[in-house]
């Protein structure tokens, strides 16, 4: 399956050890873990196990800037079975925030998992403290449906969160 999307400014595509000093920058950022559920990162190395990880069927994305191959953000679509939808999932680069970035690549994973894996309910949430998450998962066209909270993979702190839906028809 083809796992490369383009849009008008990236290019979505499975990370790679070589992305990994990129990446580093995003997920050893205080600022940007803020409100992830992973724990910070304390060095390159750690992020090339991480990227080693990712399984195939997580439809994870590394966002490559197509002007300069710099690789900003990275998400996925991934299957919740919990929820039996897609769960939304992005983080971004702290320099490139504000710019659409995050909104660009979210709508091109959301149409990429619809056309290429029939999906037609996805799920998103964000913490309450982060407004600008929340903004992109509406621009995405989600619709809130309830308050929860979510916790860190550690348990070490728990956020209130907001929690929205998106329903499309299915593939004609």
Same mark, same amino acid.
């Given at each position: 399956?083809?796992?490369?999307?383009?849009?008008?400014?990236?290019?979505?595509?499975?990370?790679?050890?070589?992305?990994?000093?990129?990446?580093?920058?995003?997920?050893?950022?205080?600022?940007?873990?803020?409100?992830?559920?992973?724990?910070?990162?304390?060095?390159?190395?750690?992020?090339?196990?991480?990227?080693?990880?990712?399984?195939?069927?997580?439809?994870?994305?590394?966002?490559?800037?197509?002007? =300069? !191959?710099? $690789? *900003?953000?990275?998400?996925?679509?991934? #299957?919740?079975?919990?929820?039996?939808?897609?769960? &939304?999932?992005?983080?971004?680069?702290?320099?490139?925030?504000?710019?659409?970035?995050?909104?660009?690549?979210?709508?091109?994973?959301?149409?990429?998992?619809?056309?290429?894996?029939?999906?037609?309910?996805?799920?998103?949430?964000?913490?309450?403290?982060?407004?600008? =998450? !929340?903004? $992109? *998962?509406?621009?995405?066209?989600?619709? #809130?449906?309830?308050?929860?909270?979510?916790?860190? &993979?550690?348990?070490?702190?728990?956020?209130?969160?907001?929690?929205?839906?998106?329903?499309?028809?299915?593939?004609?």
């Amino acid at each position: 399956m083809e796992r490369r999307i383009e849009t008008e400014r990236l290019i979505l595509r499975p990370l790679t050890a070589d992305d990994a000093d990129d990446v580093f920058e995003w997920v050893g950022d205080p600022v940007v873990n803020r409100y992830m559920p992973y724990k910070l990162y304390d060095n390159v190395e750690q992020v090339k196990d991480w990227i080693s990880t990712i399984k195939e069927e997580y439809n994870h994305f590394g966002f490559q800037l197509r002007s =300069s !191959g710099k $690789v *900003i953000g990275s998400g996925d679509v991934g #299957f919740d079975s919990e929820r039996g939808a897609y769960g &939304l999932g992005y983080n971004l680069n702290r320099a490139f925030w504000g710019a659409g970035y995050a909104t660009e690549a979210s709508k091109a994973m959301i149409q990429w998992a619809h056309e290429t894996l029939g999906a037609c309910n996805f799920t998103a949430g964000h913490a309450l403290a982060n407004p600008a =998450s !929340g903004r $992109v *998962i509406q621009k995405c066209g989600f619709k #809130f449906e309830n308050y929860g909270q979510y916790s860190r &993979l550690d348990g070490s702190e728990t956020f209130d969160a907001a929690y929205y839906s998106l329903h499309l028809d299915n593939v004609k």
